[in-house]
């Protein structure tokens, strides 16, 4: 999963949005500078990873796209997911996809303290962007596979993603809604 999955499953909770953004630019685990419902945010989208890695939907849609893309298939499923999410954002949020992503902004701004340099870096690209609403864009999503391909150390093939996803498009989405509602329900039991 990618920025807007692991934000939105997050919920309502402030600090555990703010520990699901930051997860990608903390390594280890020594947060005792966090506190401590922005560590379980942290762990929390770790064990989102885990899942996502893991579940068999994950897989068939990695296994589709693997003969072009190689081993960054998981790094393209993630980004397709959260297209996909954006795609279908409707169904699954009560909230206009650009209030959540204004909501979502702002929070982040509040909570600068516990933003790390990576995390502040990619917020301003996010903004200047506004990825979270336009993720659902097709503009969008070629831009951020431009992207992490041009920082890719080996062979990606990632500039041929979006073209991948818009002749695979209903297989992949198909996917993803089966996969999102066990991922819904994975975060319900994280939360009992």
Known sequence: MNHLA??????DNEELVIGNYIADYLRGNNFNA?????IEGVY??????TFTDKHP?????????RPTIGKYAGVAVDIYFDYFLAQNWKSF?????P???????????????????????FYTYMVAHNLLYKYGE?????RVFNGVNSRTKFESNLDKAG?????????LEDIFLDFFQDLKQYIETLND
């Open 6 to 11: 692991h934000i939105y499953l997050a919920g």
């Open 34 to 38: 966090l506190p401590p419902k922005i």
């Open 44 to 49: 929390m989208h770790r064990k989102i990873d």
């Open 57 to 65: 939907k994950f897989r068939e849609a990695t296994k589709l796209i």
């Open 93 to 97: 949020h009560n909230s206009s996809l």
């Open 99 to 121: 209030d959540f992503a204004d909501s979502v902004y702002s929070l982040i701004e509040r909570q600068w303290v516990y933003i790390p340099d990576k995390g502040r870096r």
């Open 138 to 142: 097709m503009e969008t999503i070629n």
């Open 163 to 171: 073209t991948l996803l818009a002749s695979n498009k209903q297989e």
